[in-house]
């Protein structure tokens, strides 16, 4: 059974810092590009960060950049999203996103960032 699970979430205050894991199972991430999208209230989701399959990292919102680190470790089939100096408009669900020949998504894992 093919699955990607998201770790890591919860609720932080402004400036702190999370990691997120997804951990992918039934499928090998090596050959794919893993993304992370986040989920506001009331807003689209959106493409945060990109790894391609051969370490490329691209971050597609400003509003990250310099804050949010995506890495990879294909040895433990597993993606990580370092998440530095946290803001209140952070506050998302963050899913996992593998794009190769098939296209998967994690269940989502709520961030709070709130004093």
């Known amino acids: 059974q093919v699955r990607l699970v998201e770790s890591g979430g919860g609720l932080v205050q402004p400036g702190e810092s999370l990691r997120l894991s997804c951990a992918a199972s039934?499928?090998?991430?090596?050959?794919?590009?893993m993304k992370w999208y986040r989920q506001a209230p009331g807003k689209k989701r959106e493409l945060v960060v990109v790894i391609s399959s051969g370490g490329v990292t691209t971050n597609l919102a400003d509003s990250v950049k310099g804050r949010f680190t995506i890495s990879r470790d294909d040895a433990k089939n597993t993606v990580y999203l370092q998440m530095n100096n946290l803001k209140p408009d952070d506050t998302a669900v963050y899913y996992c996103?593998?794009?190769?020949?098939?296209?998967?998504w994690g269940q989502g894992t709520q961030v709070t960032v709130s004093s």
């Open positions: 996103n593998a794009a190769g020949w098939n296209t998967y």
């Open positions: 039934g499928f090998s991430i090596y050959s794919y590009a």
